[in-house]
């Protein structure tokens, strides 16, 4: 069974921050997460393919066919901020000017 420290590892290495309600919660949680997947690592799948999605899909994505875009002058109307042409935003650290 997952430990409190295990869960605290975990939050650490995940950036997450965990009220003490949420650490208590977690242990038997993640427990029965971990016994679902050591489950499904007994399922024998010799002979099954691998599949990016359970199910077949067709025709998912339109023909990429070129087009007229959008005028910028009506991309650019509703900017909160524009100059020289394209939307300005602030620069990394910087005050946007």
């Known amino acids: 069974m997952i430990d409190r420290d295990q869960v605290l590892h975990v939050a650490r290495l995940a950036r997450i921050e965990l009220s003490?309600?949420?650490i208590a919660r977690m242990p038997p949680e993640?427990?029965?997460i971990l016994e679902?997947?050591?489950t499904m690592n007994e399922?024998?799948?010799e002979g099954v393919e691998?599949?990016?999605h359970v199910v077949d899909l067709v025709n998912v994505l339109r023909d990429d066919v070129p087009r007229p875009s959008m005028?910028?002058?009506r991309a650019l109307e509703q900017a909160?901020?524009?100059a020289d042409g394209g939307f300005r935003v602030p620069s990394p650290g910087g005050s946007g000017s």
Request: charged fraction near 45%; charge should be negative.
């Open 20 to 22: 003490e309600e949420e």
């Open 30 to 32: 993640l427990s029965k």
């Open 36 to 38: 679902h997947v050591e």
């Open 43 to 45: 399922i024998d799948l």
């Open 50 to 52: 691998p599949t990016s």
């Open 71 to 73: 005028p910028r002058e």
């Open 80 to 82: 909160p901020d524009s």
